[in-house]
């Protein structure tokens, strides 16, 4: 009978088939090289390598959601700037959105460039105890298109991992693309390694959104990687002249939180449609900072706080 290696696609013909590595469904799997070649019981070279990197980051948080325009980088932005509000912890931001990297952008670092240094790369510090990586900081131009298939996306996931010089991190904030597909494997895989790691799932309340969340959902309940909790992202808007509240996204099959209730997860947060948030994201300023009293921020705050509540719940944690 043939084994299934760790984090495998759904259809993994399995290490001991001829078709190891080589099916429709090996494209993109970080396990593809290692199990065409033969020898797929061996580990990958670069995992007690990964190890040692990672071993001085403390908590590993994915922000996840299978639909694009839910806003993930936004909140993964938000959460990681929530979070070095306390100047006691170290924060770090990865960008593994590898064709559409926006963070530079939204810290307002588009023009930093890495350094290299014997440590390896060097994140770019936007505040004292923040630090990001992204590809946006590799590209010669922000117009420059990364059109790569997925085995060397893979590999730059690993690079960032693997050769980044990260320090002693409280909280490693990753922030995906769409989808439940080669990024995903290979952060999960990686990261697995090194735990704790786990997941904050974002939706907004629409059910187009809601059929893709599902997936994400039992993706995460596939690879064994925990979910703190879903975040519903554009709830409503409220107009900042008259006050009225209109639901932008209808929750015509129950929203965030019934999705929360079905799949036994706590329901984080709900935030509103604030088109200041966009326009800090825009600037590359710091909108917990700049606006204290939105209310907004205080939901920010409070899906944080959760968030430093479940890691320090965990017997690992320190």
């Given at each position: 009978?043939?084994?299934?290696?760790?984090?495998?696609?759904?259809?993994?013909?399995?290490?001991?088939?001829?078709?190891?590595?080589?099916?429709?469904?090996?494209?993109?799997?970080?396990?593809?090289?290692?199990?065409?070649?033969?020898?797929?019981?061996?580990?990958?070279?670069?995992?007690?390598?990964?190890?040692?990197?990672?071993?001085?980051?403390?908590?590993?948080?994915?922000?996840?959601?299978g639909k694009g325009?839910?806003?993930?980088?936004?909140?993964?932005?938000?959460?990681?700037?929530?979070?070095?509000?306390?100047?006691?912890?170290?924060?770090?931001?990865l960008d593994i959105?590898?064709?559409?990297?926006?963070?530079?952008?939204?810290?307002?670092?588009?023009?930093?460039?890495?350094?290299?240094?014997?440590?390896?790369?060097?994140?770019?510090?936007?505040?004292?105890?923040?630090?990001?990586?992204?590809?946006?900081?590799?590209?010669?131009?922000?117009?420059?298109?990364?059109?790569?298939?997925?085995?060397?996306?893979?590999?730059?996931?690993?690079?960032?991992?693997?050769?980044?010089?990260?320090?002693?991190?409280?909280?490693?904030?990753?922030?995906?693309?769409?989808?439940?597909?080669?990024?995903?494997?290979?952060?999960?895989?990686?990261?697995?390694?090194?735990?704790p790691v786990a997941?904050?799932?974002?939706?907004?309340?629409?059910?187009?959104?809601?059929?893709?969340?599902?997936?994400?959902?039992?993706?995460?309940?596939?690879?064994?990687?925990?979910?703190?909790?879903?975040?519903?992202?554009?709830?409503?808007?409220?107009?900042?002249?008259?006050?009225?509240?209109?639901?932008?996204?209808?929750?015509?099959?129950?929203?965030?939180?019934?999705?929360?209730?079905?799949?036994?997860?706590?329901?984080?947060?709900?935030?509103?449609?604030?088109?200041?948030?966009?326009?800090?994201?825009?600037?590359?300023?710091?909108?917990?900072?700049?606006?204290?009293?939105?209310?907004?921020?205080?939901?920010?705050?409070?899906?944080?706080?959760?968030?430093?509540?479940?890691?320090?719940?965990?017997?690992?944690?320190?």
């Amino acid at each position: 009978m043939s084994s299934v290696p760790q984090d495998a696609p759904e259809h993994c013909p399995g290490t001991n088939s001829q078709d190891a590595g080589k099916a429709d469904a090996c494209a993109g799997c970080p396990n593809q090289q290692v199990c065409a070649s033969g020898d797929a019981a061996a580990p990958d070279p670069d995992l007690e390598v990964l190890k040692e990197r990672l071993a001085s980051v403390k908590n590993k948080v994915l922000v996840l959601s299978g639909k694009g325009g839910v806003g993930k980088s936004t909140v993964s932005n938000m959460l990681s700037r929530a979070l070095a509000m306390d100047s006691t912890k170290e924060v770090g931001l990865l960008d593994i959105d590898i064709c559409g990297p926006s963070q530079p952008r939204m810290f307002g670092a588009a023009e930093e460039k890495v350094h290299s240094s014997g440590a390896g790369w060097s994140p770019v510090y936007v505040s004292d105890n923040l630090a990001v990586m992204s590809i946006g900081f590799l590209l010669n131009s922000a117009d420059d298109a990364v059109i790569w298939r997925g085995p060397k996306k893979n590999g730059m996931i690993k690079q960032f991992l693997r050769d980044v010089d990260w320090g002693s991190l409280d909280y490693l904030v990753v922030d995906t693309p769409p989808g439940t597909s080669d990024e995903h494997l290979s952060i999960v895989q990686y990261l697995s390694a090194t735990p704790p790691v786990a997941a904050v799932v974002v939706t907004t309340p629409q059910e187009v959104a809601l059929l893709d969340v599902r997936k994400e959902i039992t993706f995460c309940q596939k690879v064994n990687i925990p979910i703190i909790g879903v975040v519903e992202n554009m709830t409503s808007f409220v107009c900042p002249k008259c006050k009225t509240k209109s639901d932008i996204f209808p929750a015509t099959t129950g929203g965030g939180s019934l999705l929360a209730k079905d799949a036994g997860l706590p329901l984080l947060g709900q935030l509103s449609l604030d088109p200041r948030v966009a326009q800090a994201c825009d600037q590359g300023t710091n909108f917990l900072v700049e606006e204290p009293d939105a209310a907004i921020t205080q939901s920010y705050k409070d899906i944080t706080q959760k968030i430093v509540q479940y890691y320090g719940q965990l017997p690992e944690a320190t």
